[in-house]
């Protein structure tokens, strides 16, 4: 008689208990592409700051994935934006495109939900670029982090082509 393990509960959730590394020094491009400063981005609200420092990048695929290892904090019910809570206590907010929030999901699939542990590099969503674009909508994919005014030191780069996974964006 053959016998098989049955998945364990620690199995199925493995994802949730992987090692947060607390000491995060970087952030690495999210996605692909042209890496601008927050301030160009052509919406007030980012531009200005608000939110945080952060930069935004203009795609080159349709993929963003986690910039560095944290705890999901935050999936919006649009798909369209996710905050992850960092190990060194940054909380980053990723949102994809401007005003996307009015496509009230469409064109938005989420691989991720609140208390999700992530890697670097684990994905977090995918878009549909040209149905964004096809609704007049700016595909920039914007990492702010919201609490910006703890990290003084902090560095944002950009003025650069950024490689998925590759790339560093940010500096702690």
Known sequence: MFFRRKKSTEDK?????????KDV???KAMISGEVIPIDEVPDPVFASKTLGDGIAIRPEENVITSPCDGVISMVADTGHA????LGNAAEILIHEGIDTVSLKGEGFHVFVKNGDKVKLGDKLLEFDEDLIKSRGFMTECILIVANSDDYP???LISGM???QKETTICEF
């Open 13 to 21: 959730n493995a994802k949730k208990n992987i090692e947060i590394n």
């Open 25 to 27: 020094k970087e952030l």
């Open 82 to 85: 996710i905050g992850i809570t």
């Open 153 to 155: 030191d902090m560095k």
């Open 161 to 163: 082509n950024a490689v």
